[in-house]
């Protein structure tokens, strides 16, 4: 398998899961959406425009576009309110754990961990096989999203740190997308 994977990690409270993943969702939805096609007979057509919506973040200082379609809009939605029932569901149930690698040192002054979490969004095609088989679904992209999540002591640090993390991860596929390779030396 060939696929291209990118992994982020991120350290959100529990009510800003929602916002960051949904930002960085909708954003690479934008990004691999192409315009609407309108046939008018057989074999021609031509290519309309995708309109997009500007949203505002509710527990996050961020600002981001998505494409302007409640179908899509929902569907997203569907994939993740399940994935933010199970972790609201396991935070309820679980001890604090005390030894989650947190990605920043003042962070973790700060917070309590929670726990870890994964979601991803996966590029495929559907490739058809021979009769007694099911199409095959083939993943060509996938951007895995690694979450430490946790409970803030503070709020007011919280915001500035995690909006921050979420937009400088923002930037980084929005170049990354634009075909711009970043290195970074440490």
Known sequence: MNARQQEYRLSLELRQVNDAVSCIFH?????????????????????????????????IDLTYVKINSDELSYQLEKEIQPFL????????????????????????????????????????????????????????????????????????TLVVFVSGSVAQLFFMAELRNAGVTLFVFC
Not at 133 to 154: G, T
């Open 27 to 59: 954003s690479l939805l934008t990004h691999r959406s192409v315009a609407k096609f309108q046939y008018k007979g057989d074999s021609n057509y031509s290519l309309g425009s995708l309109g997009i919506k500007e949203v505002e973040c509710e527990n």
């Open 85 to 156: 029932v199970e972790l609201d569901n396991t935070v309820k149930a679980a001890a604090p754990r005390r030894h989650t690698p947190l990605s920043s040192p003042t962070l973790a002054e700060s917070a309590i961990p929670l726990l870890g979490a994964q979601i991803s969004l996966e590029f495929f095609q559907r490739r058809p096989r021979p009769w007694p088989l099911p199409v095959e679904a083939v993943a060509w992209e996938r951007w895995i999203l690694l979450l430490d999540i946790f409970k803030a002591n503070s709020y007011g």
